[in-house]
C-alpha cells in the first residue's frame, strides 16, 4: 500500500496547527487586541464589584424593605420618625430615615400623597 501526497506543487506548505501557524492581517491584529481589552475590562469589572460588595453581608439589613401605605395627614417626616423608632428602638436619626426613604423611593421631592405606597427600611 502506497500514499500520495495531495499538496499542490505551485503554493508552500503552510503550518495549519501550532503557534505562529498563519500571520494575521493587520485588522484581525487589531480584532485580537480589541477582544483581549474587552475580556479584560469585563473581568476587572467583576472583580472590582466583587471587592467592593464585601460588606454586604454585615449591612444585609440596610437592603430589607417594607411597604407602607401612606394615610391622609401623614408626611414623610412622620412615616421616617416611626420607621426610626422601630429600627434603633425608639433612639433612631429621623432625618437619615427620610434620606434612606427618598432614595430608596427615587422621590425627587420629599412630599408625599395620601394612598401611595412607600418602600421603607426595615
Known amino acids: 500500500m502506497s500514499t500520495i501526497a495531495l499538496t499542490h506543487p505551485s503554493r508552500p506548505r503552510v503550518a495549519t496547527a501550532g503557534f505562529g501557524a498563519r500571520k494575521l492581517t493587520r485588522r484581525g491584529r487589531l480584532a485580537r487586541l480589541a477582544m483581549v481589552l474587552s475580556l479584560s475590562i469585563v473581568l476587572g469589572a467583576g472583580f472590582a464589584m466583587k471587592a467592593s460588595g ?55 421631592e420629599p412630599d408625599v400623597q395620601a394612598g401611595q405606597v412607600l418602600r421603607v427600611p426595615a
Open 54 to 108: 464585601g460588606d454586604s453581608v454585615s449591612t444585609s439589613r440596610a437592603h430589607s424593605y417594607i411597604s407602607v401605605v401612606v394615610a391622609p395627614g401623614e408626611t414623610l417626616w412622620s412615616i421616617a420618625g416611626d420607621a426610626a423608632a422601630a429600627v434603633k428602638g425608639g433612639h433612631g436619626d429621623v432625618r437619615a430615615m427620610v434620606d434612606q426613604i427618598v432614595s430608596a423611593n427615587s422621590l425627587s
